[in-house]
């Protein structure tokens, strides 16, 4: 008998995209379940994501409790994601595939042709998970950064 949680039936759980009124509830739920922080990670941030571009941020909940997060931005030229976090007493059930399916589906439909995600180095959980999804590592690439 395997000891890994069983899968719930998808049917059980709704993404949707985020609302000013799930700010707060994001934050925290960051707090918990993301690595790392950013410099958006306020509520600044994220309401000014949710302004601009209104379908980035999904949220994925079972029985109206946020499991699962993900920003899937695309400027025109690249598609992008950030912040794919599952609650840590959810993960292993496919919420993350599932919002993972929700992004590159959004992303298909706006005409995007390759997706780009942002992964921590020390976060090697992360990166078992996106290689099995059939994403790969650019190691040629660096990201350059600067505060505004």
């Known amino acids: 008998m395997s000891d890994l949680p069983t899968p719930f039936p998808s049917a059980l759980l709704a993404i949707r995209c985020a609302t000013p009124a799930d700010i707060s509830t994001v ?3 960051w707090g918990e379940a993301a690595e790392g922080t950013s410099i958006s990670d306020d509520y600044d941030g994220v309401a000014g994501l949710i302004s601009r571009d209104p379908e980035a941020l999904l949220l994925a909940e079972r029985d109206g409790v946020l499991a699962g997060t993900v920003i899937a931005g695309f ?52 990166h078992r998970t996106w290689a099995a999804t059939g994403y790969h590592r650019e190691d040629h690439w660096r990201r350059w950064v600067k505060a505004l």
């Open 27 to 29: 934050l925290r739920f």
């Open 75 to 126: 400027d025109g030229w690249r598609c992008s994601v950030y912040r794919l976090a599952v609650h840590p007493d959810c993960r292993r059930q496919g919420i993350a595939t599932a919002l993972m399916d929700a992004a590159e589906q959004r992303f298909a439909a706006l005409g995007g042709r390759r997706v780009d995600a942002m992964v921590l180095e020390a976060n090697e959980t992360a």
